[in-house]
C-alpha cells in the first residue's frame, strides 16, 4: 500500500507542478467533462525547469549589482532573490528525487 499512497503522492505533486506552471489539470475519475485538457508532461517539465533557471538567473544578476553597488538595487531584494532561487531549486530535487523513488517502485513491483 505504501507504494500506492507515493505514487498517488507523486500524482499531486506533479498536478500542483502543472497548475504552478498554468496549465489544467487531467480530470479526476468519475467527474465528467467535455473536453479533457491535455497536459504534456515535456511541457511542464520544461516550464518548471525554465521557472528555476530564471530565478537562479535573476539571483545572480541582482547579486552583481549589489555587490557592484548599484544603488538600484536594495540587499532585501537581492536576499529575497536569492532564497527563492534557493528554494525553487530544493522543490525540483524533490520532485526529481520523488520521480525516481517512484520510478524503482515501480520496476521493482511483482507483476
Same mark, same amino acid.
Given at each position: 500500500m505504501s507504494t500506492i499512497s507515493a &505514487?498517488? +503522492?507523486?500524482?499531486?505533486?506533479?498536478? &500542483? $507542478?502543472? #497548475?504552478? #506552471?498554468? !496549465?489544467?489539470?487531467?480530470p479526476v475519475a468519475g467527474m465528467s467533462t467535455a473536453q479533457p485538457a491535455k497536459v504534456d508532461f515535456t511541457s511542464v517539465l @520544461?516550464? #518548471? !525547469?525554465? +521557472?528555476?533557471?530564471?530565478?537562479?538567473? @535573476?539571483?545572480?544578476?541582482?547579486? @552583481? $549589482?549589489f555587490v557592484m553597488g548599484d544603488d538600484k538595487v536594495s540587499l532585501s531584494d537581492t536576499m529575497i #532573490?536569492?532564497? @527563492?532561487? +534557493?528554494?525553487?531549486f530544493q522543490a525540483a530535487v524533490q520532485v526529481r528525487s520523488k520521480v525516481v523513488q517512484a520510478y524503482n517502485d515501480i520496476m521493482n513491483m511483482q507483476v
Open positions: &505514487v498517488d +503522492g507523486l500524482l499531486a505533486q506533479m498536478r &500542483v $507542478a502543472a #497548475a504552478a #506552471a498554468g !496549465l489544467s489539470t487531467p @520544461k516550464n #518548471a !525547469l525554465d +521557472g528555476v533557471a530564471q530565478a537562479q538567473e @535573476k539571483s545572480e544578476t541582482l547579486q @552583481k $549589482a #532573490a536569492m532564497q @527563492k532561487a +534557493g528554494i525553487n
